[in-house]
């Protein structure tokens, strides 16, 4: 027998033989949901877009924001982001319907995200106030890899989609088939892996910027 198989028996044997019991486990869980109003934090503002949008903009999320009224002004916005980084108006353009219904005259489109991608525009399905987070399902409108590999990741997230909390995602998806994949995004890709210095763009995008259309649910 190993040192580590000899641990874990001991473990075992002082824990004795243990059958949950659903009951109990359905009490605690409970018990947990009814505390959840008073254990979560607050938000940073009392509007659910504004809370949003000023998480985003906190340093340790790193991103950019922005307001419009209606999707076809998403075109417009991505040209004044361009032009305010002199950059080229070529961009990757997710296929979500939503985006390719847009009049994007005036700019070269690329059909896929290259590994070298200067900007690519987006549409993420949710916003999470409390974290400054985007939700996005992979199908075949939200090809994984543009979440990752431009440079710049321009995104856009309807105002009644933004979620005050992380857990209002999970009652949002409650009994709903799960995709293949779920990317909780927050902000630009950060790591201090070396000598504890913050370095963007490692892992993924260097810049984020959120563009949110339309009012929230509400009118908020």
Do not use: C
């Not at 974290?131 to 409108?141: I, K, N, Q, R």
């Not at 590999?149 to 989609?161: E, F, G, Q, T």
């Not at 490692?202 to 810049?207: I, L, T």
Request: charged share 20%.
């Amino acid at each position: 027998m190993s040192a580590r198989e000899a641990i874990l028996n001991a473990v075992r044997g002082a824990l004795g033989p243990r059958t949950p019991d659903p009951a109990a486990l359905r009490r605690e869980a409970d018990a947990l949901l009814a505390e959840l109003p008073a254990i979560r934090p607050n938000l940073l503002a009392d509007d659910l877009v504004e809370a949003f949008i000023a998480r985003l903009v906190t340093p340790k999320v790193a991103a950019t924001a922005e307001r419009i009224a209606d999707p076809a002004e998403l075109p417009a916005a991505v040209a004044r982001y361009l032009e305010a980084r002199a950059l080229p108006a070529a961009i990757a353009l997710q296929p979500a319907a939503v985006l390719q219904a847009l009049d994007w005259s005036g700019f070269e489109l690329h059909d896929r995200v290259a590994p070298d991608e200067t900007l690519a525009v987006g549409f993420a399905r949710w916003g999470i106030a409390e974290t400054g987070s985007l939700v996005f399902h992979s199908d075949a409108e939200t090809p994984i890899l543009a979440n990752f590999l431009p440079l710049h990741h321009l995104v856009m997230v309807r105002a009644d989609k933004v979620l005050a909390y992380l857990d209002d995602y999970a009652a949002a998806i409650a009994g709903a088939r799960l995709p293949r994949n779920v990317n909780i995004i927050t902000g630009a890709s950060g790591t201090t892996d070396i000598e504890g210095s913050l370095v963007l763009g490692a892992h993924g995008p260097r810049y984020l910027h959120v563009v949110i259309v339309g009012e929230a649910a509400g009118g908020g």
